[in-house]
Structures are given as structure tokens and as C-alpha cells.
């Protein structure tokens, strides 16, 4: 089975996974726009290391947040979910240093229950629905970053596993009409948060970090 067709049959079953889709509908080009622009003929490894920096910010301490919230890892197995480390791999092998990438700015979340957790969780791997598309147009036309590619491989053939899995715990705690409101708000929440992060967020990191680096270098060799 092709995974558009995995994941439309998964949306069937899931009946808070289709309730997520129409709620949230509104943020899904905004969200989908930052993947959808490294597919064009002019990309390059610029502008992945870039992209990648965002989705370090975004997504480190996500992570971390939702492993902190009560009751969420007895609905969901959070340890395939762990990606940070996989993006900070990519990151190094693209040319950054650990200390650049412990310096990188992130936006900080907390959770205080499950249902809010679920909700920014959805905005997330709805992402990752696209993963594999942009990993095979990438690897296409800049060849030279599959070495740093193992974020976008993460799921790979277990995208629709993932998705299907998301679906029952959303089901799980979905019982009612209210609760499946609250999961919803607190998924819009999380799309405005990704959008305000990709248009708000710290431009050239990238090259300031770097910059800084060189400098310190710099100040170091003067100082032998």
C-alpha cells in the first residue's frame, strides 16, 4: 500500500485525526510552505542547514516537553519519536560544531496535560507526513547532503505506523466533544507557534554562529 493511501485509510479509522485535520485546516499551507520551499530547482545546501537550524529550535524543546508531561508516554511510545538527536547529527555533518548547535536559539514549551501535548504533537508529525518527499528531491539535486539526511529519514517506511498510532492515542483521550475541542486548540496554537517561529525566528544563524567561532579562534591563536 502507498503511504497517501496508508494514511488516508488511517484518517478513516481515526475519527480525532479528522476532526484535528478540519479543525487546523487553515495553518496546513503556512505549515506545509517551509518544506514545499526546499523543493525547488534552485535549493542548496545553504538553505537545508538553514531549514534544519528552524527545525532544531522548534522542535528540541518540544521534545523535551512533551517527555515531561504527565501521562503522556503510557498513551504513546515517545522513544520512537526522538529526533533532536538525529538533527543535531545532520547538523554536525553539514559543517557545525556541538557547541554551535547548543547555542542555536529554540522556543520553549511546556505541557501541563496530555490533551495540550497531543495537540502540538499532531502539528509536528503531520510534518513528517512530508519527510520523504522532500528527502528524494533533495538527494536528487544536492546529492553531496545525503550524508545528513538521517532526520528526514527517521520514519521512513514506518510513517503511516506513526500516523496510525498518533491516531488511537488521540482516540484514547478523544471520548468526548469538549476534549477533542481542547486538543484542537491546542493544536492551532502549535501551528501559529511554527509559523510565528518560521517568520519571526533569528535570521543567519547559520553564518553568525560561524562567524563568532572564527573569531574566538581568532583570539585564541593571538593569545599563544
Known amino acids: 500500500m502507498q503511504l497517501a493511501q496508508m494514511v488516508t485509510v488511517v484518517q478513516r479509522l481515526s475519527r480525532t485525526l479528522l476532526q484535528l485535520n478540519i479543525a487546523t485546516r487553515r495553518h496546513h499551507d503556512a505549515a506545509d510552505a517551509p518544506w514545499f520551499g526546499l523543493m525547488v530547482p534552485s535549493v542548496d545546501p545553504g538553505q537545508y542547514v538553514d531549514h534544519l537550524v528552524r527545525i532544531y529550535g522548534f522542535e528540541a ?4 516537553a512533551l517527555r515531561y508531561t504527565p501521562g503522556l508516554n503510557a498513551l504513546i511510545d515517545l522513544r520512537a519519536r526522538t529526533r533532536t538527536g538525529l538533527l543535531a547529527q545532520d ?3 553539514l559543517g557545525m560544531s556541538a ?7 529554540q ?4 505541557f501541563s496535560d496530555a490533551c495540550d501535548a497531543l495537540g502540538w504533537m499532531y502539528v509536528v508529525e503531520r510534518s513528517a507526513l512530508r519527510h520523504g518527499a522532500v528527502l528524494r528531491y533533495l538527494v536528487e539535486h544536492i546529492p553531496e547532503i545525503n550524508r545528513a539526511t538521517s532526520y528526514l529519514a527517521a520514519y521512513d517506511a514506518a510513517t503511516g505506523n506513526r500516523w496510525s498510532e498518533l491516531g488511537t492515542a488521540l482516540d ?4 468526548s466533544i469538549a476534549v477533542v475541542h481542547h486538543i484542537a486548540r491546542a493544536a492551532n496554537q502549535g501551528f501559529q507557534a511554527l509559523r510565528d517561529w518560521f517568520r519571526d525566528g533569528d535570521s543567519g544563524v547559520r553564518e553568525s554562529m560561524i562567524h563568532a567561532d572564527e573569531t574566538a579562534n581568532e583570539k585564541r591563536r593571538r593569545h599563544r
Open 91 to 93: 547538523l554536525m555533518r
Open 107 to 110: 522556543r520553549f514549551i511546556a
Open 99 to 105: 557547541s554551535q548547535i547548543a547555542r542555536l536559539p
Open 61 to 64: 524543546p518540544l521534545e523535551s
Open 172 to 175: 484514547t483521550v478523544g471520548e
